[in-house]
C-alpha cells in the first residue's frame, strides 16, 4: 500500500502521543496486560528526550495525524541508536515503517553516524534485517528481566557505497 505521508521532527508537546502510539504498537504482537505494564516505563516518552540534543525524535504524519514515529540517540561521534521505531497498527504494512526506518539511516548518516544500533522486538527481527540489520548479539530487556532481545546493527557508510555502486553512482568523480 502507498499513503502520503509527512516526515517531520516531533514537537515538545507529543511525548504523551508519542508515548501512547508505541504502547498501541507494542500491543499489536499479542502481548498479555501483564507484560505490557511491565513494558509501560520503557515505552514511554519523556519530555526531556525531546528537549535534549543527545535525541531525536521523527514522526510520520498521515492527514495530519501522527500514525508512527522513530528515536535516534547519539552514542558517540559516530554511533547511534534506534531507541523506538512504532507504527500505529492499523498502519503496519503499509509502508510507513520502512519510509522511518530509511528516514533514520540517512539522519543518522547524515550527522557523522557511521553504524546504527537496533534493539528490536524479535517479531521485528525481519523487518531489521530487510533494513540491512545484521544480527550481532542479544540484550536483555531492561523491562522484563530473563527476556533477551535481538541486536541489529546496520553499517551505515558500507550501505551508501553499495547504493552507489547498485545505482551507478559509483564513477569518478562521484
Same mark, same amino acid.
Given at each position: 500500500?502507498s #499513503?502520503?505521508?509527512?516526515?517531520? %521532527?516531533?514537537r515538545?508537546?507529543?511525548?504523551? &502521543?508519542?508515548?501512547?502510539?508505541?504502547?498501541?504498537s507494542?500491543?499489536?504482537?499479542?502481548?498479555?496486560? &501483564?507484560? #505490557?505494564d511491565?513494558?509501560?516505563?520503557?515505552?514511554?516518552?519523556? *519530555?526531556? @528526550?525531546?528537549? %535534549?540534543?543527545?535525541?531525536?525524535y521523527v514522526?510520520?504524519? @498521515? @492527514?495530519?495525524v501522527?500514525?508512527g514515529? $522513530?528515536?535516534? &540517540?547519539?552514542?558517540? !561521534?559516530?554511533?547511534?541508536?534506534?531507541? !523506538?521505531?512504532?507504527?500505529?497498527?492499523?498502519?503496519?504494512?503499509?509502508?510507513?515503517?520502512? !519510509?522511518?526506518?530509511?528516514?533514520a =539511516?540517512?539522519?543518522?548518516?547524515?550527522?557523522?553516524?557511521?553504524t546504527?544500533?537496533? *534493539?528490536?522486538?524479535p517479531?521485528?527481527? %525481519?523487518? $531489521?534485517?530487510?533494513a540491512?540489520?545484521?544480527l550481532?548479539?542479544?540484550? &536483555?530487556? !531492561?523491562?522484563?528481566?530473563?527476556?533477551?532481545?535481538?541486536?541489529f =546493527?546496520?553499517?551505515?557508510?558500507?550501505?551508501s557505497?553499495?547504493?552507489?555502486?547498485?545505482?551507478?553512482? %559509483?564513477? @569518478?568523480?562521484?
Amino acid at each position: 500500500m502507498s #499513503m502520503d505521508i509527512v516526515i517531520r %521532527n516531533a514537537r515538545r508537546d507529543e511525548a504523551s &502521543e508519542l508515548s501512547g502510539l508505541a504502547m498501541r504498537s507494542k500491543a499489536y504482537w499479542g502481548y498479555s496486560r &501483564e507484560f #505490557m505494564d511491565a513494558c509501560r516505563e520503557e515505552l514511554s516518552v519523556p *519530555q526531556s @528526550h525531546l528537549e %535534549n540534543s543527545r535525541f531525536c525524535y521523527v514522526v510520520a504524519e @498521515h @492527514h495530519g495525524v501522527i500514525v508512527g514515529y $522513530y528515536a535516534l &540517540e547519539r552514542l558517540s !561521534a559516530a554511533e547511534f541508536e534506534l531507541e !523506538a521505531l512504532f507504527v500505529e497498527p492499523r498502519y503496519i504494512g503499509s509502508g510507513i515503517g520502512r !519510509a522511518l526506518i530509511t528516514h533514520a =539511516k540517512k539522519r543518522a548518516e547524515t550527522a557523522g553516524g557511521r553504524t546504527l544500533i537496533i *534493539q528490536g522486538d524479535p517479531n521485528a527481527e %525481519n523487518f $531489521y534485517r530487510a533494513a540491512g540489520g545484521r544480527l550481532t548479539g542479544k540484550r &536483555e530487556s !531492561a523491562s522484563i528481566p530473563g527476556r533477551f532481545l535481538p541486536i541489529f =546493527k546496520i553499517c551505515l557508510t558500507e550501505e551508501s557505497v553499495a547504493q552507489k555502486v547498485f545505482s551507478g553512482r %559509483n564513477r @569518478h568523480g562521484d
